[in-house]
């Protein structure tokens, strides 16, 4: 709009605010109450919001001279992506992504890097302008740093934006080593947020029985925001008229529209810093590519429990791929086998995925419901006591899962006579429902059994009117929880 103004500003001499512009152009009524509700929030003071990234939480640092001194450490971590689910990952300083680090434009920043895994690695800072000493390429810009080894890069930061740090390594990025790394403006942004929030991306493979993710593989099942599996993920709390920033980071396998509910949000930055105010676009969903960022900001001026999601249908679910033969019934992956087998592209095969004596069972039963070959898959089974005994594994954890019967009328008495039932019937619901095992502060007064209907990369923007708020945000300082990554919200609240 700035370009449109000042062009009718130096041609036309009007003074005036783009509002008389939009009217000139003869621009709809809607359209220009979104560019009051982006543009107008927040004409106060400005100031940097720190970021937060749920569930994952900031890196600390000391100061050594003028120097932000940050010591990054890349090992195995045990990480719970799911009440029903604690896998392997690589990650950073006990966690997969990493802890974000947070500095300032014209900061001097060491980062002391220790490499504690089996294997050697280096960082590579994604979308730094810097030396190539710092790229983190291994074996190029500098030697691989092997196990036990450390290695120094150190910053004079000029940039500001969303950027990310990684292993340079393909299958230990997809192991989990990567984190973001934010550089505050040092002029605050117009107007400023009053919530700033980061979601990384993620997706695994973990076999049902194993908790090791297969970095080869090429269909996910368990699909993450900042390492948790909705309904396990925490959800962002905002007050009813927040201007709210999103910061999206994608360093997967997939690319990943992202969805919100009940609001429409302008894209305000990428991997490559802030996009000029003009250069704004508008929407409900961004399409967040890999290796790409996406700021998003709106005015949550809609009070609810609004979605914001993945909108490739397979991300919203957990669990939702059988991988390749009947997992459910064997006792895991062979393994030692060579990389086509372990690839699961083989038939024929004794012992391959999809070999022979596996037979094929990829995705839900389509053998016809309720004949002998509709063999129980993880998501093909005829009835909700099948559906638990096909899942061993499930049923095996499921000590914390309320297990909400479903109710009569909730299946046709005709369904199995239905082409294509089911689909969600028993994937989606009550039975489902697990509130009690991912309570935490930030889920307080959601709709009983709404965890029945969260899987995969999903989570609320919950845009809560003040007394609302207040009651959560007190919960929530009440939980006093170490490393809160929620701190720089609770301590401004
Ligand atoms: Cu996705």
Redesign the pocket.
């Known amino acids: 709009m700035n370009n449109r103004r000042s062009f009718l500003q130096s041609t036309l001499g009007l003074g005036a605010a783009w509002l008389s512009a939009s009217k000139l152009f003869g621009e709809t009524e809607q359209n220009t109450k979104l560019h009051e509700r982006i543009h107008q929030a927040n004409s106060g003071p400005a100031f940097n919001m720190p970021v937060v990234t749920t569930d994952i939480g900031d890196m600390p640092y000391t100061m050594d001279g003028n120097a932000k001194v940050f010591h990054l450490t890349a090992e195995v971590v045990k990480q719970k992506i799911s009440p029903l689910k604690t896998i392997d990952a690589w990650g950073f300083n006990g966690s997969a992504p990493g802890p974000t680090i947070q500095v300032n434009q014209g900061d001097h920043v060491r980062v002391v890097f220790e490499n504690r895994l089996p294997e050697p690695t280096s960082i590579h800072w994604h979308g730094f302008e810097d030396t190539i000493q710092n790229d983190g390429q291994p074996g190029i810009s500098q030697p691989p740093v092997k196990p036990g080894g450390r290695f120094v890069y150190e910053f004079d930061i000029h940039q500001a934006g969303t950027y990310f740090y990684h292993s340079h390594m393909a299958m230990q990025e997809m192991a989990g080593m990567l984190g973001a790394f934010i550089m505050h403006p040092k002029e605050p942004y117009r107007p400023h947020c009053d919530k700033d929030f980061l979601i990384h991306?993620q997706e695994y493979a973990v076999l049902p029985n194993n908790t090791v993710p297969n970095t080869m593989n090429m269909e996910f099942n368990w699909?993450l925001f900042n390492g948790q599996a909705g309904p396990a993920t925490t959800p962002l709390i905002v007050r009813l008229g927040d201007r709210v920033r999103i910061r999206f980071v994608n360093l997967g396998m997939?690319?990943?529209?992202m969805h919100l509910h009940g609001h429409t949000f302008y894209t305000t930055g990428t991997e490559g810093g802030r996009i000029p105010e003009a250069g704004w676009w508008p929407g409900n969903t961004v399409l967040v590519g890999v290796a790409q960022a996406r700021d998003v900001e709106f005015v949550a001026n809609n009070p609810g429990d609004w979605m914001i999601h993945?909108?490739?249908p397979h991300?919203m679910m957990n669990q939702m791929s059988s991988q390749a033969g009947k997992m459910t019934r064997t006792a895991g992956m062979p393994a030692g086998g060579d990389m086509n087998t372990g690839m699961g592209m083989l038939t024929g095969a004794s012992g391959a995925p999809m070999g022979e004596d596996y037979g094929p069972a990829l995705g839900r039963g389509l053998g016809g419901v309720g004949n002998a070959s509709d063999t129980p898959s993880t998501n093909g089974p005829l009835s909700e006591q099948k559906a638990m005994a096909a899942m061993p594994g499930m049923q095996h954890d499921m000590g914390n899962m309320q297990m909400g019967q479903m109710e009569q009328g909730d299946i046709a008495k005709n369904a199995n006579d239905v082409p294509n039932f089911p689909q969600d019937a028993y994937m989606e619901g009550p039975m489902m429902a697990m509130d009690e095992a991912v309570e935490r502060p930030e889920n307080y007064g959601l709709n009983p059994g709404w965890s029945g209907f969260m899987q995969g990369?999903m989570t609320f923007v919950r845009v809560l009117p003040p007394e609302k708020y207040d009651e959560v945000i007190a919960r929530m300082k009440q939980a006093k929880r170490s490393n809160d990554p929620y701190s720089a919200i609770l301590e401004r609240a």
Not at 254 to 257: A, G, S, T
């Open positions: 991306l699909l997939d690319h990943h529209p993945c909108h490739l991300h990369m």
